[in-house]
C-alpha cells in the first residue's frame, strides 16, 4: 500500500526537497555516463563482445540481447521510486519470511510491468517497422523528431503520475487506490509495475532501440513479446537482488525503525516517488526541449 494514513507533521516541507532533489537531479544527470560508459560497459561485458556494433543473430541471440539489455539499464529513476513502496514490506516474521514477504510485492509489480512490456512487445513484432521508436532520423535543432515526441509525451505522463502517487503518500491529494485497495490490496504494485514497464514506450537507450528494430524487424509477435518481457525482467533484477539481500540481513532492524514511528513509512515512498516523478517530468519535458534548442535554456553540469 503506497498511503498508509501516517502523514509526517512537516509535508510540505518534505514536499519541498523532494522537489528541489528531482531537479537537482535533472542538472546534473549525464545521459551519456549511464547509457554508455555504465550501459554499454555491462552490456558488452555479459554478452562477450560489442554490443552496439554486433548485428543481433537470430532468436536466441535476440533474447539474450533484450535480457542484458534491459539488465544494462537498471539504473532508472522507477527503480529508485520502488524502493519507498517496497521498504515497508521487509522485516516480518524470521529470515526466510522476510524474504517471501519482499518477494509477494515484486511479484505483483511484475504482473503490472509484464503485462505493458509484453502487449507493447507483440505490437513491436507486429507492425513495429512502422512506428516512432523504429525510425534512425536524427534530431534537428529547433524540432522534434516523432520518436523524441513519443518519449516526452510517455515520459511525461509517467513522471506525472508518479508525482502525485508522491503526493497522495504526504496526504495532500486523495488516494487513488483509496476504493480499490480495500478489494484489491495489491492494486498499487501492479500499477507502480506498469510504470516501469511503460518505460520500454518511450525509451531512447540505444540498446534498447537496437533490440526493438530487430523485433519490428523480425514480424513475430511472440518473439516481441518475449524479448521486451525479458528487457523488463533484466531491469529490475539488480533492484530484487538488492532487496533480498536487505531481506535477509537487515529486515528485522529496518522493520523497527519503521514500527517506532509509522510516518517515516510514508515519508520514505513519498520522498522516493516525488523525486523520481519531478525528475522524469523536467528531464523529458522541459531538459529534452531544450536540447533541441526549443525553449532557450534549462541549467546543466559541465559533465551533463
Known amino acids: 500500500m503506497l498511503v498508509n494514513g501516517h502523514f509526517p507533521r512537516r509535508r510540505w516541507l518534505v514536499l519541498a526537497l523532494s522537489v528541489l532533489g528531482g531537479y537537482l537531479l535533472t542538472v546534473v544527470w549525464s545521459a551519456e555516463f549511464v547509457d554508455s560508459t555504465i550501459g554499454d560497459s555491462v552490456a558488452d561485458t555479459l554478452l562477450g563482445h560489442d554490443a552496439r556494433e554486433t548485428p543481433i543473430a537470430g532468436i536466441g541471440a535476440g533474447v539474450a540481447f533484450a535480457f542484458v539489455s534491459g539488465l544494462a539499464g537498471t539504473f532508472t529513476a522507477c527503480n529508485i521510486a520502488v524502493f519507498g513502496a517496497m521498504a515497508p514490506m521487509l522485516g516480518t516474521g524470521g529470515r526466510w519470511s522476510r524474504l517471501w514477504q519482499m518477494f509477494k510485492p515484486l511479484g505483483w509489480l511484475s504482473v ?15 507492425v513495429g517497422t512502422a512506428m516512432p521508436q523504429f525510425s534512425t532520423a536524427a534530431n534537428t535543432p529547433g524540432g522534434l523528431s516523432p520518436r523524441s515526441v513519443q518519449s516526452l509525451v510517455v515520459f511525461g505522463l ?16 486523495s488516494d487513488p487506490f483509496a476504493r480499490v485497495s480495500r478489494r484489491f490490496p495489491n492494486a498499487p504494485m501492479v500499477v507502480l509495475g506498469a510504470l516501469i514497464g511503460g518505460f520500454l514506450i518511450g525509451r531512447p537507450f540505444a540498446l534498447f532501440r537496437q533490440m526493438f528494430r530487430d523485433a519490428a524487424e523480425s514480424g513475430n509477435p511472440l518473439y516481441g513479446a518475449l524479448a521486451f518481457t525479458l528487457q523488463s525482467l533484466g531491469n529490475i533484477m539488480v533492484m530484487g537482488v538488492f532487496f533480498a539481500v536487505v531481506a535477509l540481513v537487515g529486515g528485522s532492524r529496518l522493520r523497527r525503525w519503521l514500527s517506532a514511528r509509522p510516518s517515516r513509512v510514508a515519508t520514505i515512498t513519498a520522498v522516493a516517488l516525488l523525486v523520481a516523478g519531478v525528475f522524469t517530468f523536467l528531464y523529458w519535458d522541459v531538459r529534452l526541449l531544450a536540447r533541441r534548442e526549443i525553449i532557450p535554456w534549462y541549467p546543466t553540469a559541465p559533465w551533463s
Open 158 to 173: 509517467i513522471g506525472l503520475a508518479m508525482t502525485y502517487l508522491g503526493l497522495a503518500a504526504l496526504g495532500i491529494v
Open 112 to 126: 503490472g510491468m509484464i503485462s505493458v512490456s509484453a502487449t507493447y512487445g507483440a505490437i513491436v513484432g507486429l
